[in-house]
């Protein structure tokens, strides 16, 4: 599979994780659609593998839990009952319980997809706690403020200037490959 191909199913993995009670889940209809299998198999071997999905690996959703993820159009589509949310490790342990090779290589793919979401939050957290520094180095009084605002201006002006001589000279430079006058 090409790096590509990969980005583009990662991206779309990560607009199928829902956060719900806390935790990033994927939702049982679809896991199903992912694996290739009807939602009511996916359920079926869950259930006969229950002692493997502890309320930490999967639970059921309410109607305004899966009403907040689908949004207006939440309809249950034929459904009796309401969807199950799995957890990072009920994606892992589903790969087991289906036992095929594309369950295999889209756990492969969800994992991954998962670490990824865990290294992005903490980047945020991190960067989150750099921004306190600065503001709380920042916060000397009024007049100390008006120094730094103008600092920060100039500094930004820098930057500007500098990211528009780079497009400059990047428009500046010969194409590439066979030309035809």
């Given at each position: 599979?090409?790096?590509?191909?990969?980005?583009?199913?990662?991206?779309?993995?990560?607009?199928?994780?829902?956060?719900?009670?806390?935790?990033?889940?994927?939702?049982?209809?679809?896991?199903?659609?992912?694996?290739?299998?009807?939602?009511?198999?996916?359920?079926?071997?869950?259930?006969?593998?229950?002692?493997?999905?502890?309320?930490?690996?999967?639970?059921?959703?309410?109607?305004?839990?899966?009403?907040?993820?689908?949004?207006?159009?939440?309809?249950?589509?034929?459904?009796?009952?309401?969807?199950?949310?799995?957890?990072?490790q009920?994606?892992?342990?589903?790969?087991?319980?289906?036992?095929?090779?594309?369950?295999?290589?889209?756990?492969?793919?969800?994992?991954?997809?998962?670490?990824?979401?865990?290294?992005?939050?903490?980047?945020?957290?991190?960067?989150?706690?750099?921004?306190?520094?600065?503001?709380?180095?920042?916060?000397?009084?009024e007049?100390?403020?008006?120094?730094?605002?103008?600092?920060?201006?100039?500094?930004?002006?820098?930057?500007?200037?500098?990211?528009?001589?780079?497009?400059?000279?990047?428009?500046?430079?010969?194409?590439?490959?066979?030309?035809?006058?």
């Open positions: 599979m090409t790096k590509h191909r990969l980005k583009l199913q990662e991206e779309a993995l990560l607009r199928l994780v829902y956060l719900i009670r806390d935790k990033r889940v994927l939702l049982d209809e679809d896991l199903a659609q992912l694996y290739a299998v009807e939602t009511k198999h996916l359920n079926r071997a869950v259930s006969r593998n229950a002692e493997r999905f502890p309320d930490d690996f999967m639970f059921q959703l309410s109607k305004e839990e899966y009403a907040n993820c689908r949004g207006a159009d939440a309809g249950h589509g034929g459904r009796r009952y309401n969807p199950y949310a799995f957890t990072e009920g994606v892992a342990m589903l790969s087991s319980v289906l036992n095929s090779k594309q369950a295999v290589a889209v756990n492969i793919q969800i994992m991954r997809t998962f670490v990824r979401l865990r290294k992005t939050q903490e980047t945020d957290l991190l960067l989150a706690r750099r921004v306190q520094e600065i503001e709380r180095r920042l916060d000397y009084g007049q100390s403020q008006r120094k730094q605002a103008r600092s920060i201006s100039v500094i930004l002006r820098v930057i500007k200037q500098m990211r528009d001589a780079s497009l400059e000279s990047e428009n500046e430079k010969e194409p590439i490959g066979f030309q035809i006058d």
